[in-house]
């Protein structure tokens, strides 16, 4: 989910710059609510109408509010790809584009300020791509002689094919997502493989038939570099388009209507391993105080994480609300929120995404890297925290340190401001 997440303000840029390019993205099935809407709507009539122009008004402010010069946020004018980068785009796509339209295929797995147009209406259910292939390699792992993978490998091979596509662009920098951008790229009888020269998994480079250097700190940065050698020309960053899905917005309207009193806190307790896990008591001690000081607060719970959610819920005395929500309601949620507070997590970049503000629980992994961008923040590590992406189960020491009396005056000065 990060990945994808990530990967979107420089995919944004590109779509933006060469709005008559195709852009096809591959992802595993449980990521695309990020890209496209497609859920049915149980509402109908007026209050469905009342629900999606709710979520636009929110969408417009709140691309509003990212476009403004926020220093130190990261959509400014700082990110500067290294020239060596722009040879790589071919001449023909820096001319005006041809009828036929270049294409292109992101594989991932996980994908002065620019004033970005917002998409027209007919768009914002999928903003920024053409078409949405799945590729469900985890499933595909666990049954790969099944006849459902085989039909769903064949139909793959079958639009990719017919997809004609110039480019495979890898987003992600890791030796499964290289691989599946080289399959893509075999099944679209496409010679070009694109990712970068020094990604995340150094292996994953000898997957690629032209690597780009990149020099940003942040994988946001790295992206945006990627995607301007592939445009030909500097891209700068600019706040990212979401899907505006009609069934998932009706049902936040019905949870979080316009004009609810209390301002609303989003927490996510979960983590992908446990030396990212900030104690769950700890946790509810914030959530407890953030109830007494007139806020209302949700708590996300990803699948397998509602015991964390109900252990929350228990501790504040059912102030705290347990979200079960699907991604798509998750992201309507999210676009109504005054503030997430998260370890580094999908929901907590998907908060970035929107332009949300967040306070950031950090232990192993590096926010200088994958910390939160693009928005007001505050990032808590403690300085004895060491990088180790090794899944460990046990919290990581440094992260111990980290206490709710900090977490709570971070979130204070957010929503003070």
């Not at 620019?114 to 903003?127: D, E, I, K, L, R």
């Not at 004009?259 to 989003?266: D, Q, R, S």
Request: with cysteine; proline share 8%.
């Amino acid at each position: 989910m990060g990945d994808i997440l990530h990967a979107l303000p420089a995919m944004t840029a590109l779509r933006i710059a060469h709005f008559d390019w195709v852009i096809d993205w591959v992802v595993e099935p449980r990521w695309r609510a990020l890209l496209t809407a497609d859920e049915p709507c149980a509402l109908k009539g007026h209050d469905l109408s009342r629900a999606v122009n709710t979520a636009k008004q929110v969408w417009d402010m709140q691309v509003a509010e990212k476009l403004n010069s926020v220093k130190g946020t990261g959509f400014g004018s700082y990110i500067n790809p290294a020239k060596s980068t722009r040879a790589l785009a071919p001449e023909g796509y820096i001319a005006p584009i041809s009828p036929e339209r270049s294409r292109f295929s992101a594989a991932t797995n996980a994908a002065p300020i620019q004033c970005a147009p917002s998409p027209t209406q007919a768009q914002t259910t999928q903003p920024l791509i053409d078409h949405l292939h799945l590729a469900a390699t985890k499933q595909w792992r666990k049954a790969p002689f099944s006849s459902e993978t085989r039909d769903e490998f064949r139909a793959l091979r079958a639009a990719l094919q017919i997809g004609e596509y110039d480019a495979v662009i890898d987003l992600q920098g890791a030796i499964r997502s290289a691989l599946l951008a080289r399959l893509a790229a075999r099944l679209a009888g496409c010679r070009r493989v694109i990712g970068e020269a020094n990604p995340r998994e150094l292996p994953a480079r000898w997957l690629f038939t032209e690597r780009v250097p990149t020099h940003g700190a942040h994988v946001i940065e790295q992206d945006l570099e990627l995607a301007s050698a592939i445009a030909g020309d500097a891209l700068a960053p600019v706040a990212p388009w979401l899907p505006v899905d009609p069934a998932a917005e009706a049902w936040a309207y019905q949870i979080l209507p316009p004009g609810g009193e209390a301002p609303v806190v989003l927490i996510n307790p979960g983590a992908g391993w446990g030396a990212k896990l900030w104690p769950i008591e700890r946790y509810a001690a914030v959530a407890q105080a953030l109830v007494a000081r007139g806020y209302r607060v949700l708590v996300n719970a990803g699948p397998g994480e509602e015991l964390l959610a109900e252990v929350i819920a228990s501790q504040t005395g059912g102030a705290a609300t347990p979200l079960n929500c699907t991604l798509a309601q998750l992201i309507a949620v999210t676009r109504r929120i005054a503030l997430c507070i998260a370890g580094d997590t999908g929901p907590l970049h998907l908060a970035c995404a929107l332009g949300r503000p967040v306070v950031g629980i950090y232990g192993p992994t590096d926010p200088s890297r994958n910390g939160p961008f693009g928005t007001r923040f505050t990032v808590l590590r403690s300085p004895h925290s060491r990088l180790d992406h090794s899944r460990r189960a046990a919290p990581e020491s440094g992260l111990l340190t980290i206490q709710p009396e900090e977490v709570l005056r971070a979130a204070e000065a957010l929503l003070y401001s």
